[in-house]
């Protein structure tokens, strides 16, 4: 790889354009760093879009045929960012499993689902109902007496909010659920989209042996829960610091910084930015000047902790949350101070 300014980063540019076929181009009219950045994000955003919209057609394909038996799902399953290794799960009233099974399978339920391998599209799996095919998630079927909710504020959503989401795969629409929901997407929603990519995102060897940077990010949010539990700034800025790694790997502090300009307070955007020279004061190589600059900023304390965690946060082997749970946690905290 090549260093992001140089000569050989613009010959790299030019290649990558001449690979494309676009014949001999100008470096005015090669994309900047920024608009890069800008269309990753587009992109990132269309993509949970059209993965989201494929969801609820999965959900409203299961739910239709037995809406006899009021289906409900956690309304938040259409708030997350959406994998394909998540389990979604659709609470019906308690009625025989056959029954509901029955209406599936005379339902276009099993035509739209059948599995490439001939497969039945519904089996059983400790006393739930798992559905097979190409579904967008892994798709259960449970009996309500069998989900133990703990949080009596959870919002549920049933097939006339979903009938209501499905305005067709571009049409963008917001829907009141059950009981009060924020606006959609929320800031935590926007927070998975950008730690999610992390995954793919490999660090050196030499000094991450934890290999990629969403196992390092939630290792350093881990270790900072431990060290300020209730700073819900600074939490966010140790499991946010490095989302920039899978936007702009040149220069991911900045990348960061303005991905989330409107989405985190300036304490956490400050943290966030000058974390790195929290490692310098810590190693020595900061200049004299620049660390005055920095003793004397009101956050210090934060910076350099964040820096040691940031340091420590790079163990193989060790238990993190996933990300939807660390969210959980700081959204949690939020709602608490806000009242």
Known sequence: MCAPTG???????????????????????????????DKVLLLAEDQQHNLRQRLVHDLLTVMRPIKAFNPQIDAQVLERVVRPDDQVQVAVDDVPQGRIIELLLQ???????????????????????????????????????????????????????????WQGPCEKTHVEFSSASPPHPDRFAYYAALLAPLENVVLSPERHP??????????????ATEERPYDEEFLLAALLHDVGKAIDPYNHVVAVVESLADYVTE?????????????????????????????????FEELLLLAECDKRGRQRGVAVPEIEDALAEIRTMSDAFSG
């Open 7 to 37: 000569p050989g980063y613009e010959e790299a540019r030019h290649e990558a354009m001449r690979d494309l076929r676009c014949g001999s181009i100008a470096s005015r009219d090669i994309p900047t760093k920024q608009e890069i950045r």
């Open 107 to 165: 339902a276009d339920f099993s035509t739209a689902c059948e599995s490439s391998s001939g497969q039945s599209p519904v089996t059983f799996f400790e006393g739930e109902i798992r559905l097979m095919g190409n579904f967008i998630v892994n798709l259960w079927i449970v009996s309500r007496s069998a989900v133990r909710c703990v949080d009596e504020t959870v919002q549920i959503c049933g097939l006339a909010e979903l009938e209501q989401l």
């Open 210 to 223: 934890e290999k990629d940077a969403l196992y390092h990010s939630l290792q350093v949010f881990q270790l």
């Open 267 to 299: 304490r956490t955007a400050l943290l966030i930015e000058q974390h790195e020279q929290g490692h310098q004061y810590l190693n020595g190589t900061l200049g004299m000047r620049a660390r005055r600059r920095l003793e004397a900023d009101p956050n």
